[in-house]
DNA sequence: GACAAAAGTGACCGCAAAGTCATTTATACC
DNA sequence: GGTATAAATGACTTTGCGGTCACTTTTGTC
């Protein structure tokens, strides 16, 4: 008898199917298979750390036996690349890409934007997401590397080219916000690491804070 | 022979010296010994973070063997938090108490003081032990408390009653720097963020974005 | 049902590093 | 110099966990 995989002279005259023959596999269950491990991973890495987080207890999470996860991935380091790299992903996925209307003032726009998604970032487990790059960046500067390429750089430069258009039509008065658009971020950050790091117990409000600065940048009397 | 240490009757009347008697020891050398020690621990924590730096290589460093180490803290945990402590202690020492000149604007004497001591902040590594407590933060919950209680908490009051007394001279104009204090020195910790863990090859000066923000809140017209 | 191939299992290995302890060395007092 | 006590040593034990692999189960095809 012949081996099946290769074609074997017998078999020359029957159209053999084109498509690679799985047995024993179906693409779409391996995917949610791995999807669980991704899954459990996540909520494992968040709760503990890299460090603190064992493959086994991740297996378990996801149903899985421990040595499965290596086949999915080659090493603990592999399994964080993917889970972070995911995540990233899907916040890059629901970041606004909204375009200023034609009239709209640079400030209404970011009150419209990024003050909205700003709001949020506490939900959907945005700021824990920067908590673990923050935290095991040192550790894993390739990590550190993807979230400043794909979340911070593109940020930044949208808010440099909304300064630019506000500077040009008179609605920004100075060059500060061009000069250093992590200005208007800063607050941002800063409230990731008091409500994430330290001072979990008076966690303050992300969101207020940075329509305060968004106030003060545009010379905003206040109430 | 009485034994010495516990006052036999024998020796009832002689004048035994009220001080406990040591031997096989000095004080001055016993802390000498535990201060290399901790020396040593901080450098390894700050090159390497807690879970990375084991303790044969902070004897090493130390010139000690590695079961004195155990000595002196009965876990690897334990030299963690006094070296923590130990700098902490010591970023408090030289915070700057100064007080304000009877005539001195609020934002002179912030300048005077504030401003100072925050050009100098990644000197003196006062910004890599921010670093390391955030790090480490979440798995020492006592440390984050300690930073927060002797760091962050007098700074914040501080700023708060400075900008009480500013809002009462008619300084400021509004009442957002009360009521987020923390306004003022968020840029501080996103530049902590941004230099220490997302984008070390293109760091912000961390001085420089301190100064703006404070033209900003005391609504000064950038050049 | 027979088969092949992939998915999945978990006992096991190896190693690194925390922590121990019997022993040796240093020091202060007599 | 003798001795009691503390400091200091480092070989050893223990432990936890990342990673492996020989084996079993499942699945799709004929």
Redesign the pocket.
């Known amino acids: 008898?012949p081996?099946?995989?290769q074609s074997a002279v017998t078999n020359l005259v029957r159209n053999d199917?084109p498509v690679i023959?799985?047995?024993?596999?179906?693409p779409e269950?391996?995917a949610m298979?791995r999807q669980s491990i991704v899954d459990a991973a996540l909520a494992e890495f968040l709760e503990k750390g890299f460090a603190n987080?064992?493959?086994?207890t991740v297996a378990k999470r996801a149903?899985?036996?421990?040595?499965?996860i290596?086949?999915y991935f080659?090493?603990?380091?592999a399994l964080f690349s993917a889970v972070v790299q995911q995540e990233i992903v899907n916040a890059h996925i629901d970041t606004d890409d909204a375009k200023r209307a034609p009239n709209e003032s640079v400030e209404d726009f970011l009150r419209r934007t990024l003050v909205v998604s700003i709001h949020q970032i506490e939900k959907k487990s945005r700021a824990d997401i920067a908590r673990v790059v923050i935290t095991e960046g040192a550790r894993f500067p390739a990590i550190a590397e993807i979230y400043r390429r794909d979340v911070i750089e593109p940020l930044l430069l949208k808010v440099k080219r909304l300064a630019m258009a506000a500077r040009k039509s008179g609605e920004l008065k100075d060059d500060r916000l061009v000069k250093n658009p992590h200005l208007l971020l800063a607050p941002v950050w800063a409230g990731i690491v008091i409500n994430k790091f330290l001072d979990r117990a008076h966690p303050v409000n992300i969101g207020e804070l940075f329509e305060t600065q968004l106030d003060m940048i545009f010379s905003k009397v206040a109430a």
């Open positions: 008898m081996k099946s995989t199917p023959r799985r047995r024993g596999a179906s269950k391996t298979t987080t064992t493959i086994e149903g899985v036996a421990k040595g499965l290596y086949r080659i090493a603990k380091e």
